[in-house]
């Protein structure tokens, strides 16, 4: 096992993508399980913070150390199985998203969580419970999660399998793999019926799987997953429509989100059911013009949307989607169809490329990201969309919005030109986060809390609520050692 501790080898572990900075004595390579078990009972005998690092991209601190010790994962990189009879892969956390799509795809699977960021590793994603475009549809990481290898912050070894360890109610026993019983008390709080991952996983007769998931490293340390995979669709349509009016575009939205979901809800395939609904506002649209000089000069919106079609019934969604995009004066003549594969990817990298480009120019000025993550229920969207645009153009700070407005989902994100503009964006975020909450909505639909937005989880459940997560994570990890720092400060 290689042992790191020179500033000039770790200091890539020492940031994220959002710019936010730590610091720590070593960092650690495991390359098996039996190598995180011998670290994590060397670090809780000593009770010596842990931190858990994926490969950088999160946004919010969560892998950034501010004391002891940091556990990388890349070494733990072995896809072990794809199994395409019975759709499933089993793999090691620091294989990268994108290596394990490609590998998948070969066999015609699909893997359907579908971050942003694909150079992310998988078990990042499920501590993170990511999401993406493709959640509209298929549901976040969750939902793929089929059994899980964990060590503890103990160094105890628990295996989980998804529908075998389930919760009595709000009491949830567990067993590790040398047989040592664990009784966990489920709080009780209430969580937004969003897409929402703030704080731990909480319910009624849950599934012991879904604590972990979404966990960000603060209850044990992932070292295999299985994971349930699908068939790859026959064909997708794939679109990016402009508009003139951004109403129009924010119409088209709704309209496509409540066809699709009551498409759903009769289980009816012979009308819309959208894969992804991504907007992009004027100021987005703007922010891209340089690397894509087709966007139209007169675009005040942009919708990019996908429909999963057979080749017997495509040209049939064909038209769905067009009779839809000239119902809300979308822009037919200057809109961008995938034909091939091909395309359809360059519309992916188009949608994708906002994200990069924020990221760089927040590194370029050497300022923390300002990027909302705040989602709320259909109904409110508009509330908060238009709240959000009117307090950051009052202040007049640049921005873009964009994101996955099908499930009600909104990055608005600041660009501050200076350190002064910078502290008036950190003002106008908190507005924003505590407006989510006001309209019944989450601070994080899928970034996770990690160390930047402890406060505003406290704003969304209360003391009381944080003070019961910290005691369920004190059943798992007594001497507090791991993920130190992350969903919530236990000192305060």
């Known amino acids: 096992m290689i042992i790191k501790n020179n500033l000039d080898e770790i200091e890539n572990y020492l940031v994220d993508a959002s710019n936010f ?6 960092v650690y390579f495991p390359e098996s399980k039996e190598e995180v078990v011998q670290i994590l009972k060397e670090m809780n005998d000593k009770k010596k913070p842990v931190t858990v690092a994926g490969n950088g991209t999160g946004l919010t601190g969560a892998r950034v150390p501010q004391e002891g010790v940091v556990i990388s994962t890349e070494k733990l990189n072995k896809i072990v199985e794809v199994n395409e009879t019975e759709k499933f892969a089993v793999v090691e956390p620091g294989v990268v998203l994108s290596d394990f799509i490609k590998v998948v795809s070969d066999k015609e699977l699909l893997y359907p969580p579908d971050p942003t960021e694909k150079n992310c590793f998988i078990g990042a994603t499920i501590a993170t419970n990511a999401s993406g475009e493709k959640t ?63 704080g731990y996983y909480c319910k009624k007769n849950m599934d012991a799987i879904d604590l972990f998931v979404g966990s960000e490293g603060t209850l044990g340390i992932i070292t295999k997953a299985k994971l349930k995979l699908l068939s790859t669709p026959e064909k997708i349509i794939s679109c990016v ?13 709704k309209e496509a989100r409540n066809i699709s979901l009551n498409t759903r809800l009769r289980t009816d395939e012979r009308t819309i059911d959208a894969l992804a609904l991504e907007f992009f506002d004027v100021n987005a649209l703007n922010f891209l013009s340089g690397s894509y000089s087709q966007i139209p000069e007169d675009a005040k919106a942009a919708v990019w949307f996908e429909q999963e079609v057979t080749h017997s019934n495509e040209e049939t969604f064909f038209d769905y989607w067009i009779d839809l995009i000239k119902q809300f004066h979308g822009d037919e003549e200057s809109a961008w169809f995938a034909v091939n594969n091909t395309d359809k990817i360059k519309l992916q990298e188009f949608r994708h490329s ?7 120019h927040i590194t370029k000025n050497n300022l923390r990201k300002l990027g909302t993550d705040v989602a709320v229920p259909d109904a409110n969207f508009e509330d908060l969309y238009f709240y959000s645009k009117k307090i950051v153009e009052e202040a007049g700070i640049n921005y873009v919005i964009y994101g996955h407005f099908g499930d009600s989902h909104m990055h608005l994100n600041m660009l501050p030109g200076n350190s002064i503009e910078f502290e008036t964006g950190k003002s106008i975020y908190r507005k924003i986060c505590l407006r989510a909450i006001e309209l019944n909505g989450t601070v994080s639909a899928e970034h996770g809390i990690g160390k930047v937005k402890k406060e505003f989880l406290i704003y969304m459940y209360g003391n009381e609520d944080i003070k019961k997560m910290i005691a369920l994570k004190r059943s798992l990890d007594p001497n507090l050692i791991l993920g130190r720092g992350n969903i919530f400060d236990i000192e305060e």
């Open 21 to 26: 900075h730590g610091n720590c004595e070593a």
């Open 136 to 198: 509209f549809k298929y549901g976040p990481t969750r939902d793929y999660v089929m059994e899980l290898e964990i060590v503890l912050p103990t160094a105890e070894m628990l295996t989980l399998t998804r529908g075998k360890e389930i919760a009595k109610d709000y009491s949830l026993k567990m067993q590790t793999d040398s047989g040592k019983e664990i009784q966990l008390d489920i709080p009780v709080y209430k969580m937004p019926s969003t897409k929402n991952t703030s």
């Open 354 to 360: 906002i994200s990069a480009k924020v990221n760089e």
């Open 241 to 253: 429509v402009f508009f003139n009016d951004e109403k129009n575009a924010l119409s088209f939205i």
